[in-house]
């Protein structure tokens, strides 16, 4: 398998041949990233908080606005923009033929107001807008999207039966089978974070399930957790139980626990050759948490297991913004 720097060095051709700029849009629970790229490559990268608050679609017209100070900033026109691709958290909603998101970390309204968001939004608007701007629009579910990138640019090429996990402010995959990726009926294929590995009965994802994968472990589900017991967010965590922080350890332990699970799941369900994993949770603690995940999936039925490895992203911390590249290449 090629290294990190070997896989973005193999992306530097595919821009030679670009006409126009495509903007790429990275809509995270926690933050939105917006690139664009033309034939000198991806630049102009901004960064904000996701919205969370004011009309519907607040999130699409911050988009909007961050396509537009992406060109500023890497000093094109927003006219010369020619396609938008958008890698983004779900689930989807489909409204008069846009995508709309009920995310349960953007939308306020799913699980009420002990989620603590500031919005009772069942769905965000985000496409809608954006096809009223370009021409050319694509909206992908951000697990999908990376797993079409990592297939093409990252740990996933050659591969025909594979998929992408992300860990991050929500759990969220992209799954091919046979060389086909997999969409389903509204683009929601690969949502397995809200799927059932255990009996708990406290903690409650933004979706309104309580117990689901995302609500256990994900990055926002790790302080509404363990807070109380001295652990501010994933990072402090994390870092506690490197340090040999016997509790903190349990815990990550126990979050291991889950995420292989959920990937035993997977490769028992689908067949898989391998996993690439990214995220903010595991991209920065990817020495640590993997072996820990990668025995749990190795511990159960090897017929079914061996020989299914478990890698970090091949795009790294890149990975989301060819992601969105990936939908507009």
Same mark, same amino acid.
């Given at each position: 398998?090629?290294?990190?720097?070997e896989q973005?060095?193999?992306t530097?051709?595919l821009f030679a041949? #670009?006409a126009?700029v495509?903007?790429?849009? @990275?809509?995270?629970?926690?933050k939105i990233?917006?690139?664009v790229?033309?034939?000198?490559?991806?630049?102009?990268?901004?960064?904000?908080?996701?919205?969370?608050?004011?009309?519907?679609?607040a999130?699409g017209?911050?988009?909007?606005?961050?396509?537009?100070?992406? %060109?500023?900033?890497a000093?094109?026109?927003?006219?010369?923009?020619n396609?938008?691709?958008?890698?983004?958290?779900?689930p #989807?909603?489909l409204r008069?033929g846009?995508?709309e998101?009920?995310?349960p970390?953007?939308?306020?309204?799913?699980?009420?107001p002990?989620r603590?968001l500031?919005?009772?939004?069942t769905?965000?608007i985000?496409e !809608?807008?954006?096809?009223?701007?370009?021409?050319q629009?694509?909206? !992908?579910?951000?697990?999908? !999207?990376a797993?079409e990138?990592?297939?093409?640019?990252g740990?996933?090429q050659?591969? @025909?039966?594979?998929?992408?996990v992300?860990?991050?402010?929500g759990?969220g995959?992209?799954l %091919?089978?046979?060389?086909?990726v997999l969409r389903?009926?509204n683009?929601?294929?690969?949502?397995?974070?809200h799927?059932?590995v255990?009996?708990n009965d406290?903690?409650?994802?933004?979706?309104?399930n309580i117990?689901?994968?995302e609500?256990l472990?994900?990055?926002?589900?790790?302080?509404?957790?363990f807070?109380g017991?001295g652990y501010?967010d994933a990072?402090?965590?994390?870092?506690?139980?490197?340090q040999?922080?016997t509790?903190a350890?349990?815990?990550?332990d126990d979050l291991c626990?889950?995420m292989g699970?959920?990937l035993?799941?997977?490769v028992?369900?689908?067949d898989l050759?391998?996993i690439?994993?990214?995220g903010?949770v595991f991209?920065h603690h990817?020495d640590?948490?993997?072996p820990r995940v990668?025995?749990?999936i190795?511990?159960h039925l090897?017929?079914?297991? !061996?020989? %299914?490895?478990?890698?970090?992203?091949?795009l790294?911390?890149?990975?989301?913004?060819y992601a969105?590249?990936?939908l507009?290449r």
């Amino acid at each position: 398998m090629n290294t990190f720097s070997e896989q973005q060095d193999a992306t530097a051709s595919l821009f030679a041949s #670009f006409a126009g700029v495509k903007a790429c849009v @990275d809509v995270g629970g926690t933050k939105i990233a917006v690139s664009v790229a033309d034939r000198h490559g991806l630049h102009g990268r901004v960064v904000e908080p996701t919205v969370r608050e004011g009309a519907a679609d607040a999130l699409g017209q911050q988009v909007l606005r961050m396509v537009a100070a992406s %060109c500023a900033s890497a000093g094109l026109p927003v006219a010369a923009v020619n396609a938008v691709g958008v890698s983004s958290c779900g689930p #989807f909603v489909l409204r008069d033929g846009c995508v709309e998101l009920a995310a349960p970390n953007i939308c306020g309204g799913l699980a009420g107001p002990a989620r603590g968001l500031p919005n009772t939004w069942t769905s965000a608007i985000l496409e !809608a807008p954006l096809r009223g701007a370009f021409p050319q629009v694509r909206v !992908a579910n951000d697990g999908i !999207a990376a797993l079409e990138a990592e297939r093409r640019w990252g740990a996933l090429q050659g591969l @025909d039966h594979c998929a992408y996990v992300t860990w991050s402010t929500g759990i969220g995959m992209g799954l %091919c089978v046979d060389g086909q990726v997999l969409r389903g009926k509204n683009g929601n294929a690969g949502h397995a974070g809200h799927m059932f590995v255990s009996d708990n009965d406290d903690a409650l994802c933004g979706c309104g399930n309580i117990g689901d994968v995302e609500g256990l472990i994900a990055g926002n589900a790790i302080p509404r957790r363990f807070a109380g017991q001295g652990y501010a967010d994933a990072a402090a965590l994390l870092t506690a139980a490197r340090q040999g922080d016997t509790a903190a350890l349990l815990l990550v332990d126990d979050l291991c626990r889950i995420m292989g699970r959920t990937l035993y799941n997977l490769v028992a369900t689908l067949d898989l050759q391998r996993i690439s994993m990214g995220g903010s949770v595991f991209w920065h603690h990817r020495d640590f948490l993997l072996p820990r995940v990668q025995r749990h999936i190795h511990a159960h039925l090897a017929p079914l297991t !061996a020989g %299914c490895t478990l890698v970090p992203a091949g795009l790294g911390e890149r990975v989301g913004d060819y992601a969105a590249l990936a939908l507009v290449r």
